[in-house]
Nanobody, 120 residues
């Protein structure tokens, strides 16, 4: 069974920083790629950043130079982090972690979401 647990959201002033973390645990699968997505009120969920098993990263243009995605691989747990700097009000959204996994087949699993609010 796969479990994704997110942490690190909250309220921050414009220009501030937050760090999101997502821990993937379970057995019977390997983690192929991980990513962060976000959904603002009234908008569709969008990709923020992804990182492959080999460490290749991809960012949406609006966060390039401000956000950094990283990944820690432990024996029974993989953690993906999103360091968010120079936050703007338009970064306000619920942020979701996603893991692409390979077990008996290839499938994806989502975290529960964590709220990030950028406001003065």
């Amino acid at each position: 069974q796969v479990q994704l647990v997110e942490s690190g959201g909250g309220l921050v002033q414009p220009g501030g920083s937050l760090r999101l973390s997502c821990a993937v645990s379970g057995s019977g699968f390997s983690v192929i790629a991980m990513g962060w997505y976000r959904q603002a009120p009234g908008k569709q969920r969008e990709l923020v950043a992804t990182i492959s098993s080999g460490g290749l990263t991809n960012y949406v243009d609006s966060v390039k130079g401000r956000f950094t995605i990283s990944r820690d691989n432990a024996k029974n747990m993989v953690t993906v982090n999103l360091q968010m700097n120079s936050l703007k009000p338009e970064d306000t959204a619920v942020y979701y972690c996603k893991a692409d996994l390979h077990g008996l087949g290839t499938f994806s699993s989502w975290g529960q979401g964590t709220q990030v609010t950028v406001s003065s």
